[in-house]
């Protein structure tokens, strides 16, 4: 049974890493009608303007996630030539023009190869609508969690995925998970996040109430673009952009379920949601409601199953 993003009809997820790089790219192929949440401060993205409501453009062809931070972008070049090799596109009268937003975590590494346009295309040619692999995989290679204080006691973060179904409905979710903040369990407790030399956890929340760091000359690492969650939402209910957009924002409060603290000024959060039903509209406020329950739910269970079994800190 698929209880991933891939669940969802007409969804197909595809992941790529860089050789020696401990960084990736996942790809999300569609078509789609789709509209972005962004939460955070420290956002790095491309064409997330095509999701507004009144944009010319009525869908997108696929997403992209990727590691690299703004380097990173240039593996969509790669998605949008592997899709318009595949005659897939935006018809302009001219040429059939592929429409990719793309989001980015920070993963870099000093001397270390980034995600390009031949990684975007690998991701594309890997996609399928198979169960999801999640881990540290694509996007999630290099990320991490519990940053605050510094790479030696953080701890892997990574993709994770879940769907739900609701009536004859889909809901699925996938995240990318490289937060400041701690990552959580369903009932609080932290399941990865920053550690200290006898790898306790430090607990990030508690830990900056109790000890703020003055500026970047203090002793917790919150140097700002270096965290960031990238989520996806997606559904076969025939949601317009609209009901995308609200749907988005019921989806981005898994986050503050999840990970402590988050909406920080250090972190990029941006939360995608997707409808893959060829029709739009005709949901109703209450399924709308109950969607946006599913969607948070699902993206609860991703973001915490992105960590699950990860001890290495990094």
């Not at 969802?8 to 509209?35: K, N």
């Not at 953080?154 to 996938?174: E, I, Q």
């Not at 076969?236 to 952009?241: E, G, I, V």
């Not at 000024?265 to 509209?281: C, I, Y």
Request: with cysteine.
């Amino acid at each position: 049974m698929n209880g991933t993003l891939t669940a969802v009809p007409g969804i197909q997820v595809g992941h790529a890493v860089v050789p020696e790089g401990d960084t990736g790219c996942t790809v999300v192929l569609g078509p789609f009608r789709a509209s972005v949440e962004v939460a955070g401060m420290a956002t790095g993205s491309r064409e997330l303007h095509v999701l507004e409501v009144e944009h010319l453009v009525p869908s997108v062809d696929a997403l992209l996630l990727t590691g690299g931070s703004a380097f990173g972008l240039a593996a969509a070049d790669g998605v949008a030539t592997w899709l318009a090799d595949h005659d897939v596109g935006y018809d302009t009268g001219v040429a059939r023009v592929p429409i990719v937003p793309a989001a980015v975590i920070f993963d870099l590494r000093e001397g270390r190869p980034r995600p390009g346009p031949a990684t975007g295309r690998e991701a594309c040619e890997a996609a399928s609508a198979a169960p999801v692999p999640v881990g540290r995989v694509g996007a999630g290679t290099g990320a991490t969690v519990g940053n605050i204080a510094g790479p030696d006691g953080a701890m892997a973060g990574g993709v994770g995925s879940a769907a739900v179904a609701l009536g004859g409905w889909t809901v699925g979710a996938l995240a990318v998970v490289n937060a400041l903040g701690d990552v959580l369990d369903g009932s609080g407790r932290i399941v990865a996040g920053a550690r200290g030399p006898d790898g306790a956890f430090l607990g990030t929340s508690r830990l900056l109430r109790e000890s703020p760091p003055p500026d970047r000359r203090g002793p917790w690492d919150v140097r700002a673009g270096r965290n960031t969650t990238l989520a996806v939402v997606a559904t076969d209910a025939p949601l317009s952009k609209v009901d995308l957009r609200r749907l988005a924002r019921m989806a981005w409060t898994a986050l503050p379920r999840r990970i402590s603290p988050v909406g920080t000024p250090f972190d990029g959060d941006v939360v995608f949601a997707l409808s893959s039903s060829p029709e739009a509209g005709g949901v109703s406020a209450p399924e709308l409601l109950a969607l946006g329950v599913a969607a948070r739910d699902a993206l609860e269970e991703a973001i915490t199953g992105a960590v699950a079994g990860e001890s290495a800190a990094r």
